[in-house]
């Protein structure tokens, strides 16, 4: 009996303001509050409200066998509950359910794996704490940022303590296989890894409302077909999306949430076919293959590598100095230093800088707040400078104290 597992990433950034050369040493405020509520606002109304509303709809509607899963960033939590208690309400009704898995994740949507094991650590603690704060639940399954992983990342989860990993279904790599099993890494034979089948999730993502494709209009029934026929040839289908797909990417007069509607009616059609979160698709199969992974994978961009954050010099600049940054401003015991610098290694910051062209370029422009990478660049290694004066003054503040005392 082959799963229908939906997992949504749900995540909105501290974005920063255009901060000036000459506001360093002065002004310490570095995050564009009124875009960030307008953005969360607009978004809210759009997708998240609307989403939730249909979702859980649909649970009740079928009495708990439609099921689907979350990943909710800490900086996203965090301005819920600032700025949208009525969204973050709206999450806990559907976890309520006992039909929603909430997975785990780096609280600040971060690259920071690939910079600090320490704080990537920190992270996945702080967002599972967090979740427990405001859910009453533990995640088990874990995915990285933007699904960035590697054998390495899968073996350094697996020693966590997770039941299992989330990752893209990236073709080279597969190779004849299919992501619509459950895998697991060189070395770990028993740690369970999701691919995410990226055909079928991109179609809702990315195509649906794409007149010039050739399968559109995209209805629920068409959908449902598509997926019954991984019927004797797989386990699991494994849609994988940004929630903000919902009204937000695409709007409503699209037709998408119709389509949401009436999804769970024609998957159910084909009598073998569940809806299953990660947890229980991990619960239920067997693992089936190996998926090797030496380098690194994503599910960001046409290459599904590290290159939506890290292929021009300006994207490597600016890593470079947010992460050396790291040590010295925990030694330094500043609480509001330490929360700014979280909130710079947002790997979004990094994504706007991307100076990438055709149909990739075209979506790092959606999402950016800016007008150009080099824009996006310029306000964060202003803000950057302005944390590093901070850091002066407080290190020397704390070798004064040190000496007085």
């Known amino acids: 009996m082959p799963s229908i597992c939906f997992y949504f990433q749900v995540h909105q950034p501290y974005r920063l303001r255009n901060y000036n050369f000459f506001e360093m040493g002065g002004e310490t405020?570095?995050?564009?509050?009124?875009?960030?509520?307008?953005?969360?606002?607009?978004?809210?109304?759009?997708?998240?409200?609307?989403?939730?509303?249909?979702?859980?709809?649909?649970?009740?509607?079928?009495?708990?066998?439609?099921?689907?899963?979350?990943?909710?960033?800490?900086?996203?939590?965090?301005?819920?509950?600032?700025?949208?208690?009525?969204?973050?309400?709206?999450?806990?009704?559907?976890?309520?359910?006992?039909?929603?898995?909430?997975?785990?994740?780096?609280?600040?949507?971060?690259?920071?794996?690939?910079?600090?094991?320490?704080?990537?650590?920190?992270?996945?603690?702080?967002?599972?704490?967090?979740?427990?704060?405001?859910?009453?639940?533990?995640?088990?399954?874990?995915?990285?940022?933007?699904?960035?992983?590697?054998?390495?990342?899968?073996?350094?989860?697996?020693?966590?303590?997770?039941?299992?990993?989330?990752?893209?279904?990236?073709?080279?790599?597969?190779?004849?296989?299919?992501?619509?099993?459950?895998?697991?890494?060189?070395?770990?034979?028993?740690?369970?890894?999701?691919?995410?089948?990226?055909?079928?999730?991109?179609?809702?993502?990315?195509?649906?409302?794409?007149?010039?494709?050739?399968?559109?209009?995209?209805?629920?029934?068409?959908?449902?077909?598509?997926?019954?026929?991984?019927?004797?040839?797989g386990d699991t289908v494994n849609l994988f999306m940004d929630y903000e797909t919902f009204g937000e990417h695409q709007w409503a007069d699209t037709g998408i949430f119709n389509f949401l509607e009436y999804l769970p009616e024609y998957i159910f059609r084909h009598p073998d076919f569940t809806f299953n979160t990660p947890s229980e698709v991990i619960d239920k199969y067997p693992i089936k293959g190996e998926y090797d992974v030496a380098g690194i994978s994503s599910w960001a961009d046409t290459e599904r590598d590290l290159s939506a954050w890290r292929s021009n010099e300006m994207q490597h600049e600016a890593l470079r100095r947010i992460y050396k940054l790291e040590a010295s401003i925990k030694a330094s015991k500043d609480s509001s230093l330490l929360k700014d610098w979280r909130r710079m290694t947002t790997s979004d910051h990094f994504y706007y800088m991307c100076t990438k062209y055709w149909s990739d370029g075209d979506v790092h422009k959606y999402f950016s707040p800016y007008e150009t990478p080099l824009e996006a660049y310029n306000n964060f290694i202003n803000a950057c400078g302005d944390l590093e004066y901070r850091l002066s003054h407080a290190t020397l503040q704390l070798i004064q104290h040190k000496n007085f005392v």
Do not use: M
């Not at 999450?91 to 690259?111: M, N, P, Q, W």
């Not at 990315?206 to 068409?222: C, D, G, T, V």
């Open 29 to 233: 405020d570095y995050f564009d509050t009124q875009k960030n509520v307008e953005v969360l606002n607009k978004v809210a109304e759009k997708c998240y409200l609307p989403a939730n509303e249909i979702f859980l709809k649909l649970i009740k509607k079928y009495k708990g066998d439609f099921k689907i899963a979350y990943s909710i960033s800490g900086v996203a939590l965090e301005q819920f509950e600032t700025w949208r208690p009525d969204v973050l309400d709206s999450f806990k009704r559907l976890v309520d359910t006992g039909c929603v898995e909430i997975l785990a994740e780096t609280y600040h949507h971060s690259l920071s794996y690939l910079y600090s094991k320490e704080e990537f650590i920190y992270q996945i603690k702080k967002h599972e704490q967090k979740v427990q704060e405001l859910f009453g639940v533990t995640p088990t399954v874990f995915r990285n940022t933007e699904l960035i992983y590697n054998n390495d990342i899968a073996h350094f989860i697996k020693d966590q303590g997770y039941k299992g990993i989330i990752a893209e279904g990236v073709d080279w790599l597969l190779g004849h296989k299919t992501p619509n099993f459950i895998h697991h890494p060189p070395g770990a034979n028993d740690f369970p890894i999701l691919l995410k089948n990226y055909k079928l999730s991109d179609d809702i993502a990315f195509r649906f409302s794409n007149k010039e494709w050739a399968e559109h209009p995209l209805s629920a029934e068409k959908f449902a077909n598509w997926a019954h026929q991984v019927a004797g040839n």
